[in-house]
């Protein structure tokens, strides 16, 4: 059985910083790319970033670009996002997917074609 459990969510001031994990169980963790979303209350989903199965590749929504990083750990079957300057923008579930992937470098920015996610994690960013 396939899961995703993310932590680190939490309440920080703006400016403040964030780490928030993905633990992967029941894939090989290294075959898949992995992603993270976002979701804010009263709007859709949307991309935040995504790394490549060997951890070379990232991409960035513009919006977090400079202040978000995506690292992982194929060892420990756990991605990451350091979470930088946040602002009550920033506020919102965010959630890790994990999408097979036969290439080793590429990365995917759309949510449709993610295969498993998680539960999602409570991030909110105070004024």
């Known amino acids: 059985q396939v899961q995703l459990v993310e932590s680190g969510g939490g309440l920080v001031q703006a400016g403040g910083s964030l780490r928030l994990s993905c633990a992967a169980s029941g894939v090989t963790f290294s075959t898949y790319r992995m992603g993270w979303f976002r979701q804010a209350p009263g709007k859709e989903r949307k991309f935040v970033g995504s790394i490549s199965r060997n951890g070379a590749t990232t991409v960035y929504a513009d919006s977090v670009k400079g202040r978000f990083t995506i690292s992982r750990d194929n060892a420990k079957n756990t991605v990451y996002l350091q979470m930088n300057s946040l602002s009550p923008e920033d506020t919102a579930v965010y959630y890790c997917?994990?999408?097979?992937?036969?290439?080793?470098?590429?990365?995917?920015?759309?949510?449709?074609?993610?295969?498993?996610w998680g539960q999602g994690t409570q991030v909110t960013v105070s004024s």
């Open positions: 997917a994990a999408d097979l992937s036969s290439s080793e470098t590429a990365v995917s920015t759309r949510s449709a074609l993610y295969d498993y």
